[in-house]
């Protein structure tokens, strides 16, 4: 897929999605080690939060992860809150889905059908968030 611009209305140069977790180590270890991302840099005692970024080099994309001194809140809201990770091809996809069972992480039911239908897998983090691997793109 080809590089797209923002648009005109709203010229944004980067992204990222941020959670807290009570489970820092673990969840840095599932989303680097497991799925593969690289860890772009780690905070600590920032008015009282830690946290590290995770993502691809070069990417405006990143996922943040943080825990504040006093406890975060961890819980996933729901089965459909869904970070999705699109592969070029189901080799790709399986391999990080052994390595993840390697890790001991196994596949769990998607709530939505559309996953599965289309040959996705769908695995929890350490705080039950879940991660869909779909083996090609959809555009």
Do not use: C, K
Not at 6 to 31: C, G, K, N
């Amino acid at each position: 897929m080809a590089d797209q611009d923002w648009p005109e209305s709203l010229p944004v140069a980067q992204v990222r999605i941020a959670r807290p977790t009570d489970r820092l180590a673990e969840v840095v270890r599932f989303y680097v080690e497991g799925l593969g991302l690289r860890e772009l840099y780690r905070f600590e005692n920032h008015a009282g939060y830690d946290g590290v970024m995770l993502g691809l080099p070069g990417t405006g994309y990143h996922l943040e992860f943080t825990t504040y001194v006093d406890g975060s809140p961890g819980t996933a809201p729901s089965a459909e809150n869904l970070l999705v990770l699109y592969f070029s091809n189901e080799t790709q996809m399986f391999d990080v889905a052994s390595r993840l069972g390697e890790f001991g992480v196994e596949p769990v039911p998607a709530e939505n059908p559309y996953w599965a239908a289309n040959g996705g897998l769908t695995f929890p983090d350490p705080d039950g968030w879940r991660v869909v691997l779909m083996p090609r793109p959809v555009f």
